[in-house]
């Protein structure tokens, strides 16, 4: 049994999840705990580089079997150890603590009040001189954890946010914990002899980015903890890795968090520090700052916005530019292969970077760190709420799931307005003369349902501020007379963005578009409103107008930058209102048919090009479908062509019903009468009805209190409806002409017209169409 317990005492090193990080635990397996005679909840120690005390805990159902201990970042550093490394365990004893003195574990902190809190934070926790330990709120413990665990690991919040402390020193020495007798001293500010880099970022901080971490620790931990293997293996290790992807997906954090973690020393560069303004002296600073992290290696240099300070040689005018560029490259070039340095540079624009550095030899791998899946939201909302006390309420997973588009930054965004929320409940409670908040007022503090729900209306994607528009708030229930449509964009639009996996499992691509189609005034812009909000997806209305520019080119960009962004925030709905305008048949030699021939070449490409939409829907919208071009009209691009026409007598009364729905009604109006009576009336006419009847209403007095069926009667006489019969023939025709012939090759220089096009007399008789 000896030579057993011999053997599984030597582990090896995880990586903890977010969800179980910062409470002091560590996940051993269960036949360690049997030769060791530990029980859940018992006190064991971590020898590494150093040792430091934990929790023993069973392990997760995935690694039974393994020989492998679980540790959360301040753990690992506390033991001096990285993911991958051996360490040592033995059972420990801890003994109660006299006096425990913490002091802030981060630069620029400076922490003040009662001790308290602290010592609930922290009862039963074990602790040594020297560990770096984090508050903890709230939070909800995992299922598998025995009942008594749970019940030490709901203490109350320390604050509103996450915060790191140094153990400085305990009476008396080693294995300690706090109990009631404790006197627990928290010293004010941080001094560099009680603390280090290991406060800072750890790969428990980041969230969805598993697979980007796993890349990049093969790229950069690697070669620096364990140069050796390279040696053996006869190659060079990876000198530069670029990460890029959108704003605020923490790729800068990653950075750090590999710096820390593979106890290298992080040289910082911003592209503005070094530019000088004497000849050289950008090139100098450079030079110094590679010289400085080569003598203090291993050691990591990371370039953020690595595009400000290597440009386009051949975009830009300026020779300090060029120069520096050029002497970046030399720098990466003349890094000796065994220097264990790594460069490792972040941008979002990586087609600015000059082609030359995206090479094997200068950086070696392009790492995407992109827009986070649900998944990856939940763990990043994990992180961010792990110091706040949240209401038993509180649903992260559907937080998550309603969170689409939104990338790390705007998560953490999003938590602290909620807690800003919560601020603002008692502020009208709170004394601000007072120099210190008292702690019943603190323990009171709590974020729930409604803090986020709030904050979610301030709160949008980062991504999509530019082109965010704000969506009515309209449901298929406030839509009448379109149930036909409505179906049909349920099942294309909601359906693929609710439940991909169902179209994977039968080996079927969703639709990529809908052209929504028929008279003016029948609801085709409300339709795609509310199918966006519907399905849950970030809405993009463009005009075009807001596409198409004067200047060579610029069109063709903005649907490209269109695109691109709405790649980037899936899922997304972009809808194109009166597409007709922007993508007319080419050929037909109206207005400046160059202009609009390219933009229909790029929205032809951006459709069904190399590139997939994937859960992105495209909605257009036109009373005139004969004018589009017809390479549009062909599955693949507007797979669904939906004719949205008049609404039936039901119809129609759904639609009055909705309209007068906030409206005093006298008992003799007779809705189902009116709605027999308005035949060929489109939603928008039927609305205009009911405002005429109110108006009516109004000029008999203006205190009157009840819009009468006289009031409507005379508005009926006012109003018209905008379709006609020849009107309805046309569309019929058109919609006939497009079911069954397709789409039918253009003779040269003539403009494609579609049997059955909408005749000018019709135009000049009942107007446009």
């Known amino acids: ?64 079997g393994l020989d492998v201990i679980r540790l959360d970042g ?19 004893v801890s003994r109660p603590a006299t006096k425990v003195t913490f002091a802030p574990a981060q630069n620029n902190v400076r922490l003040q009040g009662s001790t308290e809190a602290l010592k609930r934070s922290f009862a039963a926790r074990p602790l040594t001189q020297g560990d770096t330990v984090a508050t903890a709120g709230h939070q909800r413990v995992n299922a598998d954890m025995p009942d008594h665990i749970r019940q030490l690991l709901n203490a109350p919040a320390f604050a509103l946010q ?18 009631q007798s404790t006197v627990v001293e928290l010293l004010s500010e941080f001094s560099p002899a ?7 970022v750890t790969y428990d901080d980041l969230g969805g980015l598993k697979d980007t971490v796993d890349a990049l620790r093969e790229m950069v931990e690697l070669p620096l903890r364990h140069p050796e293997l390279f040696q053996r293996l006869g190659v060079d290790p990876p000198k530069g890795v ?6 605020g997906t923490g ?98 624009r990586p087609e600015a970077i000059d082609e030359a550095l995206r090479r094997p030899g200068r950086f070696d791998r392009e790492i995407v760190v992109g827009v986070p899946d649900e998944t990856g939201r939940r763990e990043i909302l994990g992180i961010h709420t792990r110091g706040m006390p949240l209401a038993s309420g509180v649903d992260l997973d559907e937080l998550a799931r309603r969170t689409y588009g939104f990338v790390g930054a705007d998560l953490a965004a999003l938590t602290r307005e909620a807690a800003l929320e919560a601020v603002r409940r008692i502020m009208p409670k709170l004394n601000l003369a007072e120099e210190t908040i008292p702690t019943e007022m603190l323990d009171q503090l709590s974020v729930d349902t409604s803090d986020f729900e709030g904050a979610l209306k301030r709160v949008q994607p980062s991504a999509m501020r530019e082109v965010m528009v704000q969506v009515p708030n309209v449901g298929w229930d406030d839509i009448g007379g379109l149930d036909e449509a409505s179906s049909r964009l349920r099942e294309g639009v909601e359906l693929p963005l609710k439940h991909p996996e169902a179209f994977r499992r039968l080996g079927i691509r969703p639709a990529k578009g809908f052209l929504l189609y028929g008279p003016p005034g029948t609801g085709k812009t409300l339709l795609a409103k509310a199918c966006a909000r519907e399905a849950q997806a970030n809405f993009i209305a463009t005009k075009s107008s807001d596409l198409l520019s004067k200047w060579y080119g610029e069109s063709e960009q903005q649907i490209a930058r269109l695109f691109a962004r709405a790649r980037q925030v899936a899922p997304t709905v972009i809808f194109f209102d009166e597409i007709d305008s922007l993508v007319p048949a080419r050929g037909g030699g109206m207005g400046e048919p160059q202009v609009t021939e390219r933009v229909v070449n790029t929205i032809l490409a951006e459709m069904d090009g190399l590139e997939e939409l994937n859960s992105v829907v495209v909605i257009g919208a036109t009373n005139r479908p004969n004018l589009i071009d017809p390479a549009l009209l062909r599955p693949g691009r507007f797979d669904e062509l939906i004719y949205v026409g008049t609404p039936d007598t039901a119809g129609r009364r759904r639609i009055l019903a909705i309209h007068t729905e906030s ?17 060929r009336f489109t939603g928008a006419d039927l609305e205009d009805l009911v405002r005429r009847a109110g108006l009516t209403a109004l000029r008999r007095g203006i205190d009157e209190g009840q819009v009468a069926m006289s009031d409507f009667e005379a508005a009926l006489h006012e109003t018209r409806a905008s379709v006609t019969a020849e009107m309805e023939e046309d569309y019929q ?25 909408l005749r000018p007399r019709n135009a000049a008789k009942s107007g446009e169409a």
């Open 1 to 64: 049994m000896a030579d057993v317990e011999t053997d599984v005492r030597r582990l090896q090193v995880a990586n903890l999840p977010p969800a179980d990080s910062g409470r002091g635990l560590a996940r051993l397996p269960r036949k360690l705990m049997d030769a060791l005679g530990l029980n859940d909840g018992d006190v064991i120690e971590i020898i590494g580089k150093r040792s430091t005390p934990a929790r023993a805990i069973r392990p997760y159902d995935e690694d039974e």
């Open 74 to 92: 301040l753990q690992r550093a506390n033991a001096g150890v990285g993911a991958g490394d051996f360490v040592e365990v033995q059972k420990a």
């Open 162 to 179: 996450e915060v790191r402390l140094q153990v400085v020193s305990t009476a008396p020495r080693g294995v300690v914990h706090i109990d």
């Open 194 to 200: 009680d603390g280090d880099r290991r406060a800072d």
């Open 242 to 247: 670029l990460l890029h992807g959108p704003p």
């Open 251 to 348: 790729k800068t954090r990653l950075a750090r968090a590999v710096a820390n973690e593979s106890d290298a020393q992080f040289f910082h560069i911003a592209g503005p520090e070094i530019m000088g303004s004497a000849y050289g002296e950008s090139e100098k600073q450079l030079r110094e700052l590679f010289e400085k992290a080569s003598q203090a290696a291993p050691s990591i240099i990371f370039i953020d916005e690595i595009d400000s300070i290597a440009p386009k040689r051949g975009q830009v005018t300026g020779e300090a530019e060029k120069r520096l560029v050029a002497q970046l490259l030399t720098l990466m070039d003349g890094l000796e292969p065994r220097q264990n340095l790594v460069v490792i540079a972040a941008t979002n």
């Open 663 to 679: 409206m005093p009604l006298a008992s003799d109006v007779d809705l189902e009468s009116l709605a027999q009576r308005t035949e």
């Open 733 to 757: 025709r058109i919609q006939d002409t497009l079911k069954s012939d397709a789409v039918r090759p253009d003779p040269p220089g003539i403009g494609f017209v579609m049997p059955g096009m």
